[in-house]
């Protein structure tokens, strides 16, 4: 077990809907990670936490909603989805941003019709 | 802008056979590079960790070598199991500015059979 809990592991949604991917780390560490990983692509950052404040945001369209409320929990708010938002989102943790040594939750597996 | 690329993109071997998978990045001006493992529905677990400086990192059947002026690593596993049957992913820390992130390739899928 990694420390990094994710729920729910899949998710099929319609354009219309509304939902919440959500991320829990149980190891202390102070940054968390949003990353989308799609077929044929490499994984690509989507955002970075540092102590519930957002570093990075990697021009991620706003159909999608990060939020952090505090240092152990990351959520992912999703509306107005497109198919070819359909991937593996994955979240990570690290002590600090950006270090190498990054401990990743299963991940959660979307699909939108 | 960094560039990694994995080959081969997929593999499969006999239990037991020592095998090689390939990682090659455009820019060698590298802070470090990192192989991990992705088992199917499970995240990834990083497996080696090569700095800059370094020229080879072991874990075990695992070994990993990092030749930076000809931006190329491999990842050598020795007596492959079943169990070794996984996706296998590089990614590069670039020493450019202030890129921080990790540039990732598309990874090897691995299938040892039994």
């Known amino acids: 077990e990694t420390g990094v809990t994710q729920t729910p592991r899949h998710l099929v949604m319609g354009m219309t809907n509304k939902k919440s991917l959500k991320c829990e780390q149980h190891?202390?560490?102070?940054?968390m990670y949003w990353y989308k990983q799609s077929a044929k692509k490499p994984l690509e950052l989507m955002f970075v936490?540092?102590?519930?404040?957002?570093?990075e945001n990697n021009s991620v369209p706003s159909r999608f909603s990060p939020e952090c409320p505090n240092s152990s929990h990351l959520f992912l708010h999703l509306h107005t989805l497109q198919p070819e938002d359909s991937a593996l989102y994955l979240c990570?943790?690290?002590?600090?941003?950006?270090?190498?040594?990054?401990?990743f939750g299963p991940g959660t597996r979307l699909l939108v019709l | 802008k960094q560039e990694v690329t994995q080959i081969p993109a997929a593999l499969s071997v006999p239990e037991g056979e020592n095998l090689v998978l390939n990682c090659s990045f455009t820019d060698s001006a590298i802070y470090n590079l990192q192989w991990f493992r992705q088992d199917p529905g499970k995240g990834l677990t990083s497996l080696l960790l090569?700095?800059?400086s370094q020229r080879e990192q072991t874990s075990g059947r695992l070994n990993a070598s990092l030749d930076k002026s000809s931006g190329r690593s491999t990842l050598y596993i020795a007596a492959s199991q079943p169990g070794d049957s996984a996706t296998y992913l590089c990614?590069?820390?670039?020493?450019?500015?202030?890129?921080?992130?990790?540039?990732w390739g598309l990874g090897t899928s691995l299938a040892v059979n039994p």
């Open positions: 090569i700095q800059s």
């Open positions: 936490y540092s102590l519930e404040e957002r570093v």
């Open positions: 990570a943790s690290s002590q600090q941003p950006y270090q190498e040594t990054q401990y």
């Open positions: 190891l202390g560490h102070n940054a």
């Open positions: 990614a590069v820390k670039s020493n450019a500015g202030n890129n921080r992130k990790l540039i």
